[in-house]
T-cell receptor, first 115, second 115 residues
Framework: DSGVTQTPKHLITATGQRVTLRCSPR?????VYWYQQSLDQGLQFLIQ???????AKGNILERFSAQQFPDLHSELNLSSLELGDSALYFC??????????????FGPGTRLTVL | AQKVTQAQTEISVVEKEDVTLDCVYE???????LFWYKQPPSGELVFLIR??????QNEISGRYSWNFQKSTSSFNFTITASQVVDSAVYFC????????????FGKGTRLHILP
């Protein structure tokens, strides 16, 4: 158990809908990262937050947004869902950011299926 | 352009053999970070190592070792005396400091360790 929790584990929804994925980092970790893994796109980095502020941005679509709350948990909001958004969404956390020496710890992922 | 190439799509070796996974990257930046991640059949992601561009020392962690060579833009990963538990997909990734730390992943190498 990495200590990073993600809810829900599975999510099935329809095109056009909006969903929210939640991530709770390990205790003491200030950074939260979001990744998407799909058969078409492979593994992609979406976004990183550090202590509530956006720190790095990857291939995150405009239909997607994220935030990190004062208690350091993070939410990834996906709207106007399309079939191609079906993927495994991972969250990770670390004490510092990617330029540091800390280990990243990953959650088990949320599998999103868009029908 | 920022790019990571893992030319070996799939590798099979017999247990106890040594195996090297190749990673070649492209970057115009002088400051960048390289990563390796493991994804076992269970699906979770595991962070293995981070290396910054100013540290060309090879790294050894148990049976795992990494060879960073800036001259050939490579960051190869070797497993010594492989074990069945090493069977996984391994991803190499690159982050450039001047590109807002956006992380780019290779397509991964699927490693089968045969008993």
């Amino acid at each position: 158990d990495s200590g990073v929790t993600q809810t829900p584990k599975h999510l099935i929804t329809a095109t056009g809908q909006r969903v929210t994925l939640r991530c709770s980092p390990r205790s003491g970790d200030l950074s939260v990262y979001w990744y998407q893994q799909s058969l078409d796109q492979g593994l992609q980095f979406l976004i990183q937050y550090y202590n509530g502020e956006e720190r790095a941005k990857g291939n995150i679509l405009e239909r997607f947004s994220a935030q990190q709350f004062p208690d350091l948990h993070s939410e990834l909001n996906l709207s106007s869902l399309e079939l191609g958004d079906s993927a495994l969404y991972f969250c990770a956390s670390s004490v510092g950011d990617l330029r540091g020496t800390d280990t990243q710890y990953f959650g088990p992922g949320t599998r999103l299926t868009v029908l | 352009a920022q790019k990571v190439t893992q030319a070996q799509t799939e590798i099979s070796v017999v247990e106890k053999e040594d195996v090297t996974l190749d990673c070649v990257y492209e970057t115009r930046d002088t400051t960048y970070y390289l990563f390796w991640y493991k994804q076992p059949p269970s699906g979770e992601l595991v962070f293995l190592i981070r290396r910054n561009s100013f540290d060309e020392q090879n790294e050894i962690s148990g049976r795992y070792s990494w060879n960073f060579q800036k001259s050939t833009s490579s960051f190869n990963f070797t497993i010594t005396a492989s074990q069945v538990v090493d069977s996984a997909v391994y991803f190499c990734a690159l982050s450039e400091a001047n590109r807002d730390d956006k992380i780019i992943f290779g397509k991964g190498t699927r490693l089968h360790i045969l008993p």
